[in-house]
Structure formats: C-alpha cells, structure tokens
C-alpha cells in the first residue's frame, strides 16, 4: 500500500494569512492525488484533484502543487468557513489510500 | 444534483454482520463513468478507502477487509450495498458512500456518512 504522510496534524491561523499543508507519499504516485475538506455531519467535499486542478465552484483561494512523492496544498487567504480537517488522498494504485488528517482551526 | 444517502443500522453487536444500503438520486449507478464506493472514517484515525463496485458488477475491495466484505450494485433500484461480516468494536466508525470517477478517482460526491457502532 502507498503511505501518505501529511503535515502538520493541526495548525491555528489567523483570518487572512496563508496556510500550507503537505503530504508525502511512500512512492512515486505521479500527480495521482487529490485533496478534500472535512466538517463535521457535512459530506466530505472534493477541492482538488489530480494535484492541481480545482474541482468546479471551489475558491480559487484554495490551490495544489506537487508531483512524485511531494505534493502542497495551499489556502492563499485564510476564510473563516475553512474551519475544517484537510485530507490528501492518492490514486495511483489501490487501496487508495489517505494522508492522515490537517486541522485547521482559526485563532 | 446527484445525491448520496447512506442508510443502516447505528448499533451492531459484536460478530454480526452490517448491512448498509447507498441510495443515488438524480442520477444513475448505471453509469460506466463511475465506481460506486464505501469508504469508513473510525473515531480520531485517518479515512479508510472499503471498495467499489461498477455497474458491470466488478468489485475492488481493501485487502484488509476483503475476507469480511461484500459489496453488490442493483442498478433496478438505483442503489448498492456494503456486508461486512464479524463486526468488532475496531470496526466502528462514520461509514461514507461516495462516487469515484473511473479514469481519475477522485470521490466528487459523497454521502454526508453514517455512524456504525460496534457494542453488546
């Protein structure tokens, strides 16, 4: 299976300020990954997919980089409606496999 | 817009068998663009990809799971389901379905989850 490390588990940031989250991946997975943001009793929302490329209607605040093993997922300008968990999650071979969680809270 | 509806028991017991019905609506399970997958998020850990399954009726399960699971499609009813036998209380969790694109899998529609509790 293709591990997923995602960092950091938690972060607190101001409204306004730019947040950044990675993930390693435990092999080559090409562009193969996507990104998606969690709230509680609310159906998980797909932001980005194969990397890079946003899913219609989302904020253009929201952007991923990264290819290989090192992926970046961005929020340019911290809203207070980006309270939430953050997961990446690769497809390059199954199981398909997620990172372990961000956090975001706002201070 | 398509919608996803989990729908099941919340409790188990120990050693039984969990039964959980998708249903799709505003759109069909008989698309070949699409696996129809289950996916389960357990308290305070990380979102656990179960299986698929494709209108043909081609599967894909967790191998970690795969001696306990069972996953079907009824394209009549425009719903599929999720067995999972000789449940534990390791096994509780918020159960999704959601649907996954067949060329680029990434899960653009998901249902807002169920929780299953393992208990006696």
């Known amino acids: 299976d293709t591990q997923m490390t995602q960092s950091p588990s938690s972060l607190s940031a101001s409204v306004g300020d730019r947040v950044t989250i990675t993930c390693q991946a435990s092999q080559d997975i090409s562009n193969f990954i996507n990104w998606y943001q969690l709230k509680p009793g609310k159906a998980p929302k797909l932001l980005v997919y194969d990397a890079s490329n946003l899913e219609t209607g989302v904020p253009s605040r929201f952007r991923g980089s990264g290819s290989g093993t090192d992926f970046t997922f961005t929020i340019s300008s911290l809203q207070p409606e980006d309270l939430a968990t953050y997961y990446c999650q690769q497809y390059d071979n199954l199981p398909l496999t997620f990172g372990g969680g961000t956090k975001v809270e706002i201070k | 817009q398509v919608q996803l509806q989990e729908s099941g028991p919340g409790l188990v017991k120990p050693s039984e068998t969990l039964s959980l019905t998708c249903t799709v609506s505003g759109g069909s399970v008989s698309s070949g663009a699409y696996y129809w997958t289950w996916l389960r998020q357990p308290p305070g850990k990380r979102l656990e990809w179960i299986g698929d399954?494709?209108?043909?009726?081609?599967?894909n399960y967790n191998p970690s799971l795969k001696s306990r699971l069972t996953l079907s499609i009824d394209t009549s009813q425009n719903q599929f389901f999720l067995k999972l036998t000789s449940m534990t209380p390791a096994d509780t969790a918020v159960f999704y379905c959601?649907?996954?694109?067949?060329?680029?899998?990434?899960?653009?529609?998901w249902g807002q989850g169920t929780l299953v509790t393992v208990s006696s």
């Open positions: 959601a649907r996954v694109g067949v060329m680029i899998k990434y899960a653009d529609i």
């Open positions: 399954i494709h209108y043909s009726g081609s599967a």
